[in-house]
Nanobody, 119 residues
Framework: QVQLVESGGGLVQAGGSLRLSCAASGSAFSINGMGWYRQASGKQRELVATFTRSGGTLYADSVKGRFTISRENGKNTVYLQMNSLKPENTAAYYC?????????????WGKGIPVTVSS
């Protein structure tokens, strides 16, 4: 199984910045992608940013130009740099890891880390 450890959340004023990190470990199989989702109170979980199976990146339209996803150590550590934060970015952020085996996708999730942006 894949274990995910998240860090870097907290409280920040509007216009400020935070950097989230996620480290994956515990599996001998290849990780095909890593990214971040978020879920605000009363809302559905949504994609924020991710590395795709091919190594490219995808971003939610609402964060393009403000958030940047990056990685170290191949695909087992991922970061999310969040700049120009807005109160509406307040949510629990979840690290996501996925891999394919025989064409089937399996997802693994972190426990979630809170991000609060004050007005």
């Amino acid at each position: 199984q894949v274990q995910l450890v998240e860090s870097g959340g907290g409280l920040v004023q509007a216009g400020g910045s935070l950097r989230l990190s996620c480290a994956a470990s515990g599996s001998a199989f290849s990780i095909n992608g890593m990214g971040w989702y978020r879920q605000a109170s009363g809302k559905q979980r949504e994609l924020v940013a991710t590395f795709t199976r091919s190594g490219g990146t995808l971003y939610a339209d609402s964060v393009k130009g403000r958030f940047t996803i990056s990685r170290e150590n191949g695909k087992n550590t991922v970061y999310l740099q969040m700049n120009s934060l807005k109160p509406e970015n307040t949510a629990a952020y979840y690290c996501n890891v996925f891999r394919y085996f025989l064409g089937r996708r399996t997802d693994y999730w972190g426990k979630g880390i809170p991000v609060t942006v004050s007005s």
